[in-house]
């Protein structure tokens, strides 16, 4: 080969240079998705890249496909607990209302925290000055009904315990 046919061919390889410096070109451009002036953040990941919204906060799955490149949004569990803190919220401030209407008080204060409540009036005060409860003891009829049901009680247990003593020897 001469120099001259040399030098002739080389336009024809700088042309198909450019050919195919510019279909790398074109792929790159194609092989991530656009970011939209910076409202997107892109990460790679596995087959495609996560995209994230900077203005929502959306997170979206894009893939590239045949056709392009297809992005779909992922699920958002923020959202979902979102709305049911609201309608829980809401459902709240429903029975909040409806007690208010139900009682005459207030129901925003709490009660004051104190290991000593109030004495009544006509509540009997002992010698210390400290409020005196009495429990009124049971009258003998309801002593006698407690008795009579532990004694039934007893010889039910009784007679359960010797039928299976008797079933356990063979003596049926």
Do not use: H
Not at 47 to 65: A, F, K, P
Not at 111 to 125: I, L, N
Not at 128 to 156: H, T
């Amino acid at each position: 080969m001469s120099a001259a046919t040399s030098l002739s061919k080389f336009p024809r390889i700088l042309a198909a240079a450019a050919v195919l410096l510019a279909g790398i070109g074109g792929s790159s451009a194609e092989s991530m998705p656009d970011t939209a002036n910076g409202r997107y953040s892109l990460q790679p990941s596995g087959d495609g890249v996560i995209r994230l919204d900077t203005r929502t906060g959306e997170i979206s799955n894009c893939t590239n496909s045949p056709s392009g490149w297809a992005c779909y949004m992922a699920p958002d569990e923020r959202k979902a607990m979102d709305e049911e803190i609201g309608r829980l919220q809401a459902e709240n401030e429903k029975l909040k209302a409806q007690l208010a209407s139900a009682s005459a008080g207030k129901i925003d204060e709490a009660m004051p925290k104190s290991d000593k409540q109030d004495a009544p009036k006509d509540a009997p005060k002992s010698a210390d000055g400290e409020r005196k409860i009495e429990i009124p003891l049971p009258s003998d009829q309801d002593v006698d009904r407690m008795i009579s049901f532990l004694q039934r009680a007893w010889q039910r247990l009784v007679d359960l315990a010797n039928r299976m003593q008797k079933d356990a020897s063979g003596k049926i």
